[in-house]
C-alpha cells in the first residue's frame, strides 16, 4: 500500500497523556481521507509508555508501527530513527504532549498540497511561562543573526516535510543535529504557518534550562563558524587595545612617575582579558568536540525492537477479491 502521510512522534515518558494523544489522533488522521501510518518511537521511557505503545500497535496494526530503544538517545535521534523508517511521501513530525494539537496536521498537508515541501508552524497564542517564550525569542534573533536560517519559532516541533527532504537527512551522518533547521537549508520552497498551541495535557517538559542551551550550542556551531570568527575578531582588538595601553602606561611612567593606584584597574584588565580567553577556549572545545564525537563514528542511537505488521500479515488481513460463482456445468 502507498503510504501519503507518515506521522512521526517521539515518546519519553509520557504515560500519562498516551491516551489523549491516540483518542484524538486517529480520528484526526482518519478524516484527512488519505492513507496514513503512524510512527511512535519510544526515546528510552522509564514508565509503562512502552507497554501502552505496544497495546495501541495491538489494536491498529494496519497504521501503526513503533519503534523501542534501549536507551535516551534524544528527541532529535528518536525523530532521526522515524525518518530512516518511513515510508510515506510526506512526512509530519509531531510531540506526544498535545501541546500542538493533532486536528492541526491537517492544514500543513494541505499547505503541502500547494507546492510547499517544508511547512513550518508558529504557536499562535503560545501557553508557556514568560521567561519561556521571551528566551526563546531572544535565541531565534540570534540564530537567525548568526546562521541566516529564518525560522519564526524554532521550538514547535509540528512540521511537514517532503520525501525528498527527509531523504537529504538520512544521508547526513551528522552526530548531533538541528532537524527543523538542517531540513530548511533543503527546501526549496519553505513556508510557515500559524498553529493552535495548548498547555500541556499531562506530565513534565523534557527539556530543562541546560538542555535548552545545549540545544541552541549544537544549533550554532552545527550551521555557522560566525562564533569562531567573531572570538578571532574580539581577539584582535583586544590585543590592539592591550597594545594602546601598555604604551599609555609607559609614557605615562616616563613623564609621571610610577603610581600604585591604577592596581586594581590592572586586575579588572586582566580578569577581563581571562574571562574572554576562557569564553574562546569553550567556544573552541564546542566544536573540537564536534569533530571528535564524528571521527568515532559510534552510532547514533540502538534500536531494540520494530513492531509493524508485515506485507504478508497484511495481505492475510485483506478480503479477498470477488470471483464470479460457477454452477459446475459444461459448456455447451
Excluded: W
Excluded at 9 to 20: D, K, S, T
Excluded at 284 to 301: F, N
Aim: proline share 5%; with cysteine.
Amino acid at each position: 500500500m502507498n503510504v501519503d502521510l507518515s506521522v512521526v512522534i517521539p515518546v519519553y515518558n509520557e504515560e500519562q497523556g498516551l491516551a489523549a494523544l491516540f483518542a484524538r489522533l486517529y480520528p484526526a488522521l482518519d478524516a484527512l481521507g488519505i492513507p496514513y501510518e503512524v510512527l511512535f518511537v519510544n526515546d528510552g521511557s522509564r514508565d509503562r509508555s512502552a507497554a501502552l505503545l505496544r497495546e495501541q500497535f495491538q489494536k491498529r496494526p494496519e497504521v501503526t508501527r513503533v519503534i523501542l530503544f534501549n536507551g535516551n538517545f534524544g528527541q532529535h535521534m528518536a525523530i532521526m530513527a522515524g525518518f530512516e523508517q518511513v515510508r510515506g511521501r510526506r512526512i509530519v513530525t509531531l510531540d506526544a504532549d498535545l501541546q500542538n494539537p493533532p486536528e492541526e496536521i491537517g492544514r500543513l498537508v494541505v499547505k503541502m498540497d500547494e507546492g510547499y515541501d517544508y511547512v513550518g508552524s508558529i504557536r499562535r497564542m503560545r501557553r508557556d511561562t514568560a521567561f519561556r517564550r521571551y528566551a526563546s525569542s531572544a535565541m531565534n534573533i540570534l540564530r537567525e543573526r548568526i546562521t541566516r536560517i529564518r525560522m519564526t519559532d524554532q521550538g514547535c516541533m509540528l512540521r511537514a516535510y517532503s520525501r525528498e527532504i527527509v531523504d537529504a537527512i538520512n544521508e547526513c551522518r551528522e552526530v548531533s543535529t538541528y532537524i527543523p533547521a538542517l531540513a530548511y537549508t533543503f527546501a526549496q520552497r519553505p513556508v510557515e504557518i500559524e498553529v493552535d498551541h495548548e498547555e500541556r495535557a499531562a506530565g513534565v517538559s523534557k527539556y530543562s534550562l541546560y538542555q535548552l542551551i545545549r540545544l541552541n550550542f549544537d544549533l550554532v556551531t552545527a550551521f555557522s563558524l560566525v562564533p569562531l570568527q567573531l572570538f578571532s575578531l574580539a581577539g584582535m582588538i583586544i590585543s590592539l587595545l592591550s597594545i594602546l595601553f601598555v604604551g599609555y602606561l609607559a609614557v605615562r611612567r616616563l613623564l609621571i612617575g610610577p603610581e600604585a593606584e591604577g592596581v586594581f584597574t590592572l586586575f579588572g584588565i586582566v580578569f577581563f582579558l581571562l574571562g574572554i580567553a576562557l569564553f574562546g577556549i569553550g567556544l573552541l572545545g564546542e566544536y573540537v568536540g564536534r569533530v571528535s564525537q564524528q571521527v568515532r563514528q559510534r552510532p547514533r542511537y540502538l534500536i531494540q525492537a520494530v513492531l509493524e505488521q508485515r506485507e504478508a500479515e497484511a495481505a492475510l488481513l485483506r478480503p479477498a477479491p470477488a470471483t464470479p460463482e460457477r454452477d459446475g456445468s459444461a459448456p455447451g
